[in-house]
């Protein structure tokens, strides 16, 4: 079946320090992965959406120079965290899909970013 | 924007009552595909449903949906709560022409109880 490794599950970074988390597909080629958060008390909001061969396009209020994104073949991808402060915690979840058109998002377990 | 609205932050009733979570959605766009996930404790968001056929009804593992776009609604329902449901429930919404970018409702905390 069609898997996402995500990695850490969790990690506790202090402020300032920068944290990479990364994605893994098995099972399937992830032709587009979208990276979200899930900050305390709220829903997933969208970060970015990376589709192997094209720019990555990053949503409001997130850009490349804080949170750099790799998708460099059709089973990783990778997204790190620069120079992290206590709004940057919560949980972040990436989503790969086959590019099938209308399918879903198979979800990682997500990674759990504590800042101290 | 785009926005996925959950009215109920936590839903909790007996084990064989019915279930519903309500679920609206607000977008430009006049094909949108609506979703349900499901996120058990220590677990990754699942599917459940998905729809994008007008008051089409959508099932699967008990579970059904219809996306009524006169009413930009799209609530789940169950007919009778077992306690393995409890869970953390998602409505979700893209648009037909960027089907990877879903925009997440708050979520409803489901607890189902014996």
């Known amino acids: 079946g069609a898997l996402v490794y995500q990695y850490p599950r969790r990690t506790i970074c202090k402020s300032g320090t920068s944290m990479r988390m990364e994605c893994q597909a098995v099972g399937f080629q992830a032709t587009s992965v979208a990276w979200y958060r899930q900050s305390p008390q709220k829903t997933f909001e969208l970060i970015a959406l990376s589709t192997v061969n094209s720019a990555i396009k990053y949503e409001q209020n997130f850009t490349q120079e804080k949170f750099p994104i790799s998708h460099p073949n059709l089973s990783f991808s990778s997204m790190t965290v620069l120079n992290a402060y206590l709004e940057d915690r919560g949980l972040y979840l990436c989503g790969a899909s086959p590019g099938q058109g209308h399918e879903r998002l198979f979800f990682g377990h997500g990674t759990k970013l504590s800042v101290l | 924007g785009d926005s996925v609205t959950q009215t109920e932050g936590l839903v909790t009733l007996t084990e064989g009552l019915p279930v519903m979570l309500n679920c609206t959605y607000q977008?430009?766009?006049?094909?949108?595909?609506l979703f349900w996930y499901v996120q058990h404790l220590n677990e990754s968001p699942r599917l459940l449903l998905k729809?994008?056929?007008?008051?089409k009804r959508t099932e699967h593992q008990g579970f059904h949906a219809t996306l009524h776009k006169s009413s930009s609604s799209f609530h789940l329902q169950k007919s009778s709560a077992q306690l393995s449901d409890s869970a953390l429930y998602y409505c979700?919404?893209?648009?037909?022409?960027?089907?990877?970018?879903?925009?997440f409702g708050k979520g409803t905390h489901l607890h189902v109880l014996p």
């Open positions: 729809s994008f056929t007008d008051n």
């Open positions: 979700a919404l893209s648009e037909d022409t960027n089907a990877y970018k879903v925009i």
């Open positions: 977008t430009i766009y006049s094909n949108p595909f």
